[in-house]
Antibody
Framework: EVQLVQSGAEVKKPGESLKISCEGSGYPFAFYWIAWVRQIPGQGLEWMGIIYPGDSDARYSPSFQGQVTISADKTINTAYLQWSSLKASDSAIYYC??????????????WGQGTLVSVSP | EIVLTQSPGTLSLSPGERAIFSCRASQSVSSSNLAWYQQKPGQAPRLLIYAASSRATGIPDRFSGSGSGTDFALTISRLEPEDFAVYYCQQYGSSPGTFGQGTKVEVK
């Protein structure tokens, strides 16, 4: 069974750094792209970027390029989303999701449970 | 980037009724690379339809997708109580993969 398990909720202050994780199991982790999706509470879904764990090829939406870093460690089947300096506007739920196929262009077939990030002074 | 516009914003229907959601793209979606997701409060989205019309594993056949180019639709033939939720379309043919703003189906 394919599973994506994300790290727990975080409460941070503006300017702090943060790295959240997404551990995959039940499939060959290195061979499927992982996407990160943002959802501000009460709002819609935003595609942030994707990473191929096999070679750590990461691609970003222009809206998020330079704002976050997506990485992965295939040896421990884990993908990451990190910020070097959080802003209040980064407060949201962040989902990781696995591509449904092995292609770069693919639907999101499996989703993690989401990680709530709250940033306030 | 491709902008997806979903309509209506909210659909008020009763169980047993038919629901039809529209998703219109600002430019053609290559190879019908369009998916539909369902999201219930407090839950992660769930894949319903991919490649515009292929049902994901375990999705009941009352859900169907159609369309190509710039116009796509999701149809629920007869609403069940568990279908009241928010529905999103997503195109994944061009980077960045963009989502529509969602259509909420509420109980009339």
């Amino acid at each position: 069974e394919v599973q994506l398990v994300q790290s727990g909720a975080e409460v941070k202050k503006p300017g702090e750094s943060l790295k959240i994780s997404c551990e995959g199991s039940g499939y060959p982790f290195a061979f499927y792209w992982i996407a990160w999706v943002r959802q501000i509470p009460g709002q819609g879904l935003e595609w942030m970027g994707i990473i191929y764990p096999g070679d750590s090829d990461a691609r970003y939406s222009p809206s998020f390029q330079g704002q976050v870093t997506i990485s992965a460690d295939k040896t421990i089947n884990t993908a990451y989303l990190q910020w070097s300096s959080l802003k209040a506007s980064d407060s949201a739920i962040y989902y990781c999701a696995r591509h449904g196929s092995g292609f770069t262009k693919s639907w999101l077939g499996y989703w993690g449970q989401g990680t709530l990030v709250s940033v306030s002074p | 980037e491709i902008v997806l516009t979903q309509s209506p914003g909210t659909l008020s229907l009763s169980p047993g009724e038919r629901a039809i959601f529209s998703c219109r793209a600002s430019q053609s979606v290559s190879s019908s690379n369009l998916a539909w997701y369902q999201q219930k409060p407090g839950q992660a989205p769930r894949l319903l339809i991919y490649a515009a019309s292929s049902r994901a594993t375990g999705i009941p056949d009352r859900f169907s997708g159609s369309g190509s180019g710039t116009d796509f639709a999701l149809t629920i033939s007869r609403l069940e109580p568990e279908d009241f939720a928010v529905y999103y379309c997503q195109q994944y043919g061009s980077s960045p993969g963009t989502f529509g703003q969602g259509t909420k189906v509420e109980v009339k």
